[in-house]
């Protein structure tokens, strides 16, 4: 784990490229949904720390990375394994899908990003330019582009097709923990251990905006909101905050989870009603009502700290993952509401 230092001065921040949304935050009148997610699969084989799972956009297949070096792709249907993708030389803390579910990027120990084809279970490019860990990873939407996020402080914008490094940013003075697109892909968000948020142009590498709080709590992750006009960033002071990056102000916090030490991911879950995910160092996951931010449900039975949290796009579907006391990945399903197919209001 890096030292945490203070902040330091960040580059400017112009006005963003777009009017700031109108939101509606007040509860709804009607009776308030609450969730009823049950296990239903328990994958294991990974034989490390399991630090981040993603579902496929196409909602069949699960990816999981491991301090182990493997990725592993998982059927969604039937929890059975597909595929181990071998080939970093070190652990691995974060694999990202493209949009057509055709190919992962990883991001690793070894300094490289490598991007796979999932059908040959092959590494189709390595990408190498970070000096430290690479620590984050995701594509644009196009999946044209992706973005690494580093322990040397920088992100870098790699075109997948070429094969090469198309902007460095020297975005933070600690770490970045997080890296990830705006739905449309014309924007950034990163963070890191030196507590800020920040927003970034695409084409340009401009800082657009940063974000901090009084007290610059640890982040551990951020991520847009799918319909980009907000972000989620859980903070290591057990906190996690959904900002109006427009006016820079937090709308909405969420407590009761534990989170102090690691960097656990943080889930929108739009298929069954509107809820926050996070997973916890007590070894739970938790659901929040986004509007209320009240506790709807508290999922147990991992073992160890919950690292990896990843909500299925079109199904009442939670995928979650643990450290090394529990190994396990665990598939938590809502079969009693009503999905909407993950419509994004």
Not at 145 to 164: C, H, N
Not at 266 to 289: A, N, Q, R
Request: glycine residues 8%; aromatic residues 8%.
């Amino acid at each position: 784990m890096a030292a945490m230092v203070s902040a330091q001065a960040g580059p400017s921040t112009p006005a963003l490229p777009t009017s700031a949304p109108t939101v509606q935050t007040s509860e709804q009148p009607q009776a308030r949904l609450k969730p009823k997610y049950r296990p239903k699969f328990t994958l294991s084989g990974h034989t490390m720390s399991i630090s981040s799972v993603k579902f496929s956009p196409d909602g069949k297949m699960l990816a999981s990375a491991s301090a182990d070096k493997l990725i592993k792709v998982w059927s969604v249907l039937t929890g059975q394994i597909l595929k181990t993708l071998e080939g970093h030389t070190e652990g691995l803390s974060d694999v990202a899908w493209s949009s057509d579910s055709a190919l992962l990027a990883s991001a690793s120990d070894d300094k490289t990003v490598k991007v796979w084809n999932v059908d040959t279970g092959l590494a189709q490019k390595t990408f190498k330019a970070h000096t430290n860990y690479v620590f984050c990873v995701n594509w644009n939407p196009q999946s044209n582009l992706v973005v690494s996020g580093s322990f040397d402080e920088t992100i870098k914008v790699w075109d997948v097709a070429r094969g090469k490094c198309l902007r460095t940013i020297s975005a933070h003075s600690d770490p970045v923990t997080a890296v990830n697109f705006s739905s449309d892909g014309t924007m950034i968000v990163s963070c890191s251990y030196d507590g800020l948020i920040r927003i970034w142009d695409t084409s340009t590498g401009q800082c657009l905006k940063t974000l901090e709080g009084d007290s610059n709590p640890v982040c551990s992750h951020a991520r847009f909101s799918p319909n980009g006009k907000f972000i989620l960033c859980s903070t290591m002071d057990s906190t996690i905050r959904l900002w109006n990056y427009h006016t820079g102000r937090v709308l909405k916090t969420y407590t009761g989870h534990r989170n102090e030490g690691f960097c656990i991911f943080s889930c929108f879950s739009f298929t069954g009603g509107k809820w926050i995910v996070s997973g916890s160092e007590d070894g739970k996951v938790v659901l929040w009502d986004l509007q209320t931010r009240e506790i709807v449900q508290v999922l147990e039975g991992h073992k160890d700290t919950v690292l990896g949290i990843a909500t299925h796009p079109t199904e009442n579907i939670i995928a979650s993952s643990a450290m090394e006391k529990d190994l396990t990945i665990r598939l938590w399903f809502d079969t009693e509401t009503p999905s909407n197919g993950g419509v994004k209001s």
